[in-house]
């Protein structure tokens, strides 16, 4: 594991370099011998629960990646597209830090409107509309 600076999301959020790890891993996939003697995939990990960041913006990145989370609250992020182990570790940390940004934003309240008549008259007149098709599905014996 390497020692690195610190990760800037945005302008008032940093994640502290202590709080990531990275491990450098052989890559898979095509490049030919330097793929079999060079380990330059990176998996950059970052324990959320433990984190500096805001609890608000920690409970918005497990809810939008829990699923991509670890059992202890960890989070990998495997970069390997690059051939160099310089821009897989750069393309790891800016893929964390986006992550981060976008659990960053607060979403909007949703105001609760009210619908207006003209669609309220629409969804009527079409339940109608599909009520008088259904109708028509009923018994085809001849009344006496």
């Not at 793929?35 to 500096?52: I, Y």
């Amino acid at each position: 594991m390497a020692d690195f600076g610190d990760l800037h999301v945005s302008g008032e959020l940093t994640v502290p370099a202590w709080e990531l790890s990275e491990a450098f891993v052989r890559a898979s996939g095509p490049g030919g011998q330097n793929v079999n003697k060079v380990s330059s995939a990176v998996q950059l990990t970052w324990v959320v629960e433990a984190s500096s960041i805001p609890a608000e913006v920690k409970a918005r990145f497990a809810k939008l990646y829990g699923s991509r989370m670890t059992n202890d609250g960890r989070i990998i992020v495997e970069a390997s597209e690059h051939r160099s182990q310089p821009m897989n570790r750069e393309a790891a940390r800016k893929r964390l830090a986006q992550m981060i940004q976008k659990a960053s934003i607060r979403p909007k309240r949703r105001i609760a409107t009210r619908p207006t008549a003209g669609s309220v008259r629409r969804r009527i007149k079409a339940k109608k509309r599909r009520g008088e098709i259904k109708s028509l599905r009923g018994d085809v014996t001849p009344e006496d």
